[in-house]
């Protein structure tokens, strides 16, 4: 699941010499409120317009504006978890993909990302998350699995984020094969690993709307 798979080509890019105008058209034809900006096949960051409405210059070129998120871009042939923790940086719904030479290759939204999470085997196949919160020193991805396998059960995915309400911890999400969670639950507990939440799935849960509500408690998002 490497970027370059994911790259939105209904976006096109702006160039310095373009106007305010042209790009607030471009937006409203396809319904974004940023666009990349590219010169002689080099990324420069993103208009947005907001930035351009603040401004107040139609025939302004986009040369003359100061550009934002300069660095919110992925290398091609990272994964897809790249792209996330880009956008989760930048605050940002779109992301530039650029060749490790620097070229510009296209961008990719959060709704192409999460389309790609909503198609992969470990969100669409059943079973259940957990959450377990811990110092980053007491992590280690062998000892939990360790524990959740003997209890039968596999781990799918993992995903690792700050602890927002404590940036000395973080928040192990965890994608597990089984869909009952009690055993599992306890067993780690008793190994010392605090579980602060979990969703269990139903066993006949398939529907799209239901899978993409997985994908944000997994990425808890």
Not at 102 to 114: H, L, N
């Amino acid at each position: 699941m490497q970027a370059y798979e994911f790259i939105n080509n209904l976006i096109p890019p702006l160039k310095n010499t373009d106007i305010s105008q042209k790009a607030l058209t471009w937006m409203e034809e396809i319904r974004v409120c940023v666009l990349p900006v590219v010169d002689q096949g080099m990324f420069k960051g993103f208009v947005s317009d907001e930035l351009i409405y603040t401004l107040n210059d139609p025939n302004l070129k986009i040369s003359e504006i100061d550009l934002e998120m300069a660095s919110c871009f992925v290398f091609s042939d990272k994964h897809i978890y790249d792209v996330l923790r880009v956008a989760s940086d930048h605050q940002s719904h779109i992301v530039a993909v650029l060749d490790r030479d620097q070229t510009y290759r296209g961008v990719i939204t959060m709704e192409d990302a999460v389309s790609a999470f909503a198609e992969s085997f470990s969100i669409q196949s059943q079973g259940a998350v957990l959450v377990l919160s811990m110092m980053m020193s007491d992590y280690s991805m062998y000892e939990i699995s360790r524990i959740i396998e003997s209890e039968n059960a596999k781990v799918l995915s993992s995903f690792i984020s700050v602890d927002p309400l404590d940036d000395s911890k973080i928040k192990v999400t965890l994608k597990v094969d089984k869909s009952e969670l009690r055993h599992i639950k306890a067993t780690l507990e008793r190994f010392g690993h605090r579980v602060i939440d979990h969703y269990q799935e139903e066993q006949e849960s398939n529907t799209d709307q239901e899978r993409i509500d997985n994908l944000f408690r997994f990425l808890d998002i």
